[in-house]
């Protein structure tokens, strides 16, 4: 038995750690909006705690003094209703006073959270689709505005402004380490400020059910120190790589005879589709997929060859390529970085 | 209709004579003076259920709906959980490929669905059915037809939902269904439709039960039931019946207009035409809400019922606890909102929605410390139903404390629609409201049956399904921090969820195992159990005044009420008022406030057409989601049906 209940602890323990070890964690704040809301979330669970705690006390003790005698009902001893109705009078009380406290600091978070952006410099346009992540960079200068997906790379240490909208269903951008969830709605512009402390890479996903492929809409947010953003953002910003090799140049013609131009674009080529992601410096994020696959030769060529398998009901059709032309595409692509 | 011919004090003596009558052509036998035999006789001749397929087809006995409400509402209960044990196998791991996208989000929606419209609604609504004329000394509920019309409203409505889900054309847009996604452009096909039509369609059948229970605790009380003397859990239903009435048309109208934009054309919620998504659901919310405690608050009245009986005194602040319920009532109009914190509102109107959500908290703490009170001052006798209600104690506490922390905008924006929310919702709605609803089978089950459950298994299931439940959903709630979004059909290894879910599916299968031992448990007794008598569990309400199961005619004579524990003020057999006919069916209807016996009233009889008229509209429901011209077409029939119903017949008994 004893050895049982210390395996039951230690599996419980296992498990704790498991989750603070998370990068998509709440409890595992990265940023001042996700500090402040951890910290909100650890009191108020300390506070329920203990009012549970109280209330399973004040159940058990009648049970434990409770007599063996079966009482012919209506019989009440004269004066205890008296003490009962003050104990419960209390009880009201400070239920409705704690209210008012955890009411009041909900108020203070909010404002604590409302200031965090208010400063921001950097405004990025995020808009849903089903089921990836389309990443605008706004600037003063046109020629400096870039679109890419599924990724966003924001500067460490700095407010970042988020614009947030959708152009099909509704979906909900969450960066549990960073901030809290805000809902992207067609017709609607959210804005969500928030700030990464130190560089690093945090996990997110849509939260809001968006249909088939709801569970692989993830996204990530890379914060950089802020000589390593503005030449990351520089390097987007040129167009996509010549392709150099025979078989790459062989995967850009098939490119750009297949139906692949319809939806997405690549820069510096005819390819200028907007339905689907941005593929100018595919190569250069970690996932493919919004999230769904690490950045590989091997994925992008399975991706490619069977999207439906790897997420079933998304929109990416199947595109019929032999072997070698399949080849061809992924070596093109795997030098977009 | 004639006036009664009782008298109306408030102190009636043991048996009130009738005297003299105002239409004596309608006079015939009545109950005054007859020996207890012949009584019998007349009564059971005239209540009885007609024999036959047909006969059982056109009751309108209140026991007799009731009964199959329930059983009903019990299967639906086991196909949801079925649905829940099935995504519970696909995420025992990360990236199993056991259920593919499209089937996973049929069956979270039709666990959703069936849960929430098709089991619990119904269920709450059911033992009102059977429970609230007995509780209340009446013979029938009002309006029996409409009372029957609603059964089979409801039970093809489910039938429907299941057809479909078994044609691969069941919802997969959540139970919520939000648009644009139910949207005519982004779900193509008929499965949203069959969602829209599903929900507009069986919320037809909890209006009526609504209606029916109003209108029988206002006017069908025994004589001397006034307001005070009203028991808790007919209280309950009461203000149960009128957030139906006001939160139900919402979730109609939001249906409809979404069956208008895919069916009709229409742009309601098109914001490219002038529409707004975000319409959808605060309509759908200012239902959704309410629909908490349309579930939960029957439950609380199942509490107060169950408590002093085993506590073995009155309730502790009877008067505390009905303006609790009817506190909560209004309030649960007041925090639609909290569910759309994350939709980007104006911050003082968030903050307004903040601090309403908390103050609701309010009204169900003084419900919790008043029971609480009354097991302190009693002396609590520990059997089954006493049992479920500790276990509602411990689990619903936690919801309700949960809730607290999602009433908190800031807080709130982390765990909404992630699997904190899930634990959350329910802790409350099994911990608030299945929890009591099992204390309650066991507790009135002999009055329903006649015999007993028995009470070892009735333990062992109580604690399967108490470890089963929170082994379930407890850690869910740490899953939810962690990052997990609800409506996933998978999740990625590297996130780390994968033995904790493990845990959490195992949990799950332990609760449904609960149910199973339950089924047996409920079979055993109505074959096999110990006869129950007339009031197995001594407690002090009417419902245990008469025979269990109780004749067709609910009591032989109306009782007369003189406290809110009638049977345990009156030690013996209580006072009855006669004077009602005997060779038609006869309600007493009394004064709303004080429970005055006021008129004479005929009850229908038995009548097929409540039937055929669910049929017609049935029809037409499922016919619209290929056409919009089926409410031209199907109203013929409903007309047909509907003038059936109420042809005036000679012979007045056939009334309503």
């Given amino acids: ?337 | 209709m004639s006036s009664a011919d009782l008298t109306s004090e408030r102190d009636l003596p043991r048996e009130t004579p009738a005297t003299g009558d105002v239409a004596p052509e309608h006079d015939g036998p009545r109950d005054t003076g007859m020996d207890d035999a012949n009584l019998d006789r007349w009564l059971a001749r005239t209540w009885r259920t007609p024999p036959g397929i047909i006969g059982a087809l056109s009751s309108v006995d209140h026991k007799v709906v009731a009964r199959r409400y329930l059983i009903t509402a019990f299967v639906f209960l086991c196909l949801g959980g079925l649905n829940a044990v099935a995504m519970r196998i696909q995420l025992s791991g990360p990236q199993r490929g056991l259920i593919d996208p499209d089937l996973y989000n049929q069956l979270f929606t039709m666990h959703g669905v069936t849960m929430m419209f098709l089991f619990a609604v119904p269920i709450v609504q059911a033992t009102g059915i059977y429970l609230v004329p007995l509780m209340v000394g009446s013979r029938n509920i009002a309006f029996p037809r409409l009372n029957a019309f609603s059964y089979w409203i409801y039970v093809s409505g489910g039938i429907f939902a299941w057809v479909s889900f078994a044609l691969n054309m069941a919802p997969d847009v959540g139970w919520f269904a939000y648009v644009p996604l139910s949207g005519p452009e982004f779900a193509p096909g008929k499965r949203a439709d069959v969602w829209a039509q599903m929900i507009t369609y069986t919320e037809v059948s909890s209006l009526a039960v609504a209606v029916a229970t109003i209108v029988t605790v206002f006017k069908q009380r025994a004589p001397g039931m006034s307001l005070d003397r009203i028991p808790l859990y007919v209280w309950a239903m009461l203000v149960t019946s009128f957030v139906v009435v006001f939160a139900m048309p919402a979730v109609m109208i939001t249906s409809t207009f979404l069956i208008l934009d895919r069916l009709v054309g229409t742009h309601i919620f098109n914001p490219a035409e002038g529409g707004d998504a975000l319409l959808f659901q605060h309509l759908f919310w200012f239902f959704g809400h309410p629909e908490v405690y349309i579930i939960f608050l029957p439950a609380t009245g199942m509490v107060s019922a169950i408590i002093p009986v085993f506590a073995r005194r009155p309730v502790f602040g009877h008067l505390g606890l009905v303006l609790s319920l009817i506190a909560v009532g209004f309030l649960s109009f007041g925090l639609w909102v909290h569910h759309m914190f994350a939709t980007g509102l104006p911050k003082l109107g968030a903050s307004f929605f903040t601090a309403s959500s908390m103050l609701i908290a309010i009204p169900n703490g003084v419900q919790i410390f008043c029971w609480l009170a009354t097991l302190w001052d009693g002396r609590p006798v520990i059997r089954t139903p006493l049992l479920f209600v500790f276990g509602f104690f411990f689990i619903f506490v936690i919801g309700g404390l949960t809730g607290v922390m999602l009433a908190s905008v800031p807080l709130d924006l982390q765990v909404h629609d992630t699997y904190f929310v899930v634990a959350h919702f329910h802790y409350v709605l099994i911990g608030g409201s299945v929890f009591p609803l099992l204390g309650a089978a066991y507790f009135w089950f002999p009055k329903i049956s006649g015999r007993m459950m028995s009470e070892r298994l009735g333990r062992w299931h109580f604690w399967l399904a108490f470890i089963g439940f929170n082994a379930a959903f407890f850690p869910m709630h740490l899953v939810g921090l962690w990052g997990m979004p609800r409506r996933v059909y998978t999740y990625p290894a590297e996130l780390g969820w994968g033995n904790i879910n493990l845990f959490i599916s195992a949990g799950a299968v332990l609760f449904f195992l609960s149910f199973v031992l339950f089924t047996f448990n409920l079979v055993h007794g109505a074959l096999k159990g110990a006869l129950a008598g007339n009031n197995p569990w001594d407690a002090g309400t009417l419902e245990w005044a008469t025979s269990s199961p109780p004749p067709s005619y609910n009591f032989a004579r109306i009782p007369i009420v003189t406290h809110v524990e009638p049977l345990w003020a009156e030690r013996e057999a209580p006072p009855v008022a006669t004077g009602l006919r005997v060779d038609v069916r006869e309600l007493l209807i009394s004064t709303v406030a004080e429970a005055h016996p006021d008129i004479r009233e005929k009850s229908a009889t038995p009548s097929i057409w409540p039937l055929l008229a669910a049929i017609a509209v049935g029809g037409t429901f499922v016919y619209s989601i290929f056409t919009p011209w089926a409410i031209v077409w199907g109203a013929a029939p409903i007309a047909i049906t509907l003038i059936g119903w109420f042809w005036p017949k000679d012979d007045p008994e056939d009334e309503g």
């Fill in chain 1, 1 to 337: 038995m004893k050895r049982l209940v210390s395996m039951a602890f230690a599996t419980a323990g296992a498990l704790l750690l498991q989750g603070c070890a998370g990068w998509q964690s709440a409890l595992d704040p990265k940023g001042p909006a996700a500090s402040e809301l951890a910290w909100l979330i650890w009191f108020f669970t300390a506070l329920c705690a203990v009012v549970w705690v109280l209330v399973m006390i004040a159940l058990v003790v009648p049970l434990m003094m409770r007599s063996r005698a079966q009482a012919e009902p209506l019989a009440i001893k004269a004066g205890a209703d008296d003490r009962k109705l003050r104990a419960v009078m209390t009880a009201v009380g400070l239920t409705a006073i704690v209210l008012i406290g955890l009411t009041l600091l909900s108020f203070f978070a909010n404002r604590t959270l409302a200031a965090i952006g208010s400063d921001a410099a950097l405004t990025i346009r995020v808009t849903g689709h089903q089921w990836w992540w389309e990443v605008r960079y706004e600037d003063a200068t046109p020629s400096r505005i870039l679109t890419t997906a599924n990724e966003i790379h924001i500067p460490a240490g700095e407010p970042v402004r988020l614009l947030l909208t959708s152009t099909d269903v509704i979906h909900s951008f969450w960066i549990p380490s960073l901030s809290g969830k805000l809902d992207l709605i067609p017709g609607h512009m959210n804005v969500l400020d928030l700030k990464a402390d130190k560089p690093g890479v945090y996990r997110g996903q849509c939260a809001e059910f968006c249909g088939a492929q709801h569970a692989n809409m993830g996204t990530f947010i890379i914060a950089e120190p802020r000589a390593k953003f503005d030449a990351w953002w520089n390097d987007q910003l040129q167009p996509a790589a010549t392709p150099t090799g025979d078989e790459a140049k062989a995967g850009q013609d098939l490119f750009l005879k297949r139906p692949c131009v319809m939806c997405h674009r690549i820069g510096g080529t005819p390819a200028g589709g907007t339905v689907a992601p941005d593929l100018t410096h595919i190569a250069s994020r970690q996932t493919l997929a919004a999230g769904t696959l690490t950045m590989s030769r091997g994925n992008l060529a399975a991706w490619i060859a069977d999207p439906q398998g790897i997420k079933p009901g998304s929109h990416m059709p199947v595109v019929e390529l032999s072997g070698d032309e399949l080849n061809a595409m992924v070596a093109y692509l795997e030098a977009l970085k």
